[in-house]
Nanobody, 126 residues
C-alpha cells in the first residue's frame, strides 16, 4: 500500500512563500511514476496545480501559478515538493499530492492518479 504524507502548509500573508512536502511511504519503484499537486478551495472542485514526470525533466503548471510555483522531486528522499512564492489570497485551499498510475509521465487529469495524500491547508491572508 502506497501512502503519501504532506506537510508544510500554514497561514501566510499575501506575497509570502511556503514550501509543501510530500513524502512517499512504502511501495517500491515510486521514482518510476509521475506525480502532481492539486488543490481544493472552499466550495469549489479539485483543481490541477502542477505535475512532474519520473525524473523531473518535464513539468507542467496551471496558468494561474506559472512563474510563482515550482514543483520538484528528490528520489533519494522519496519526496515531492511544491515551492510557492508570491502567494495570493486566491491560492487559499487544501493542497493534495498524488502519484499517477503512469509509469514515466505526469498528468493534469485527476483520474490518472492512483494514490492521494490527506491534504494540507494553505491560507493566504490579504
Amino acid at each position: 500500500q502506497v501512502q503519501l504524507v504532506e506537510s508544510g502548509g500554514g497561514l501566510v500573508q499575501a506575497g509570502g512563500s511556503l514550501r509543501l512536502s510530500c513524502t512517499i511511504i512504502s511501495g517500491q519503484y515510486q521514482s518510476s511514476f509521475g506525480m502532481g499537486w492539486f488543490r481544493q478551495a472552499p466550495g469549489k472542485g479539485r483543481e490541477f496545480v502542477a505535475t512532474i514526470n519520473w525524473n523531473g525533466a518535464s513539468t507542467d503548471y496551471t496558468d494561474s501559478v506559472k512563474g510563482r510555483f515550482t514543483i520538484s522531486r528528490d528520489h533519494q528522499k522519496n519526496t515531492l515538493y511544491l515551492q510557492m512564492n508570491s502567494l495570493k489570497p486566491e491560492d487559499t485551499a487544501v493542497y493534495y499530492c498524488a502519484r499517477t498510475s503512469n509509469v514515466g509521465s505526469g498528468s493534469r487529469w485527476d483520474y490518472e492518479y492512483a494514490y492521494w495524500g490527506q491534504g494540507t491547508q494553505v491560507t493566504v491572508s490579504s
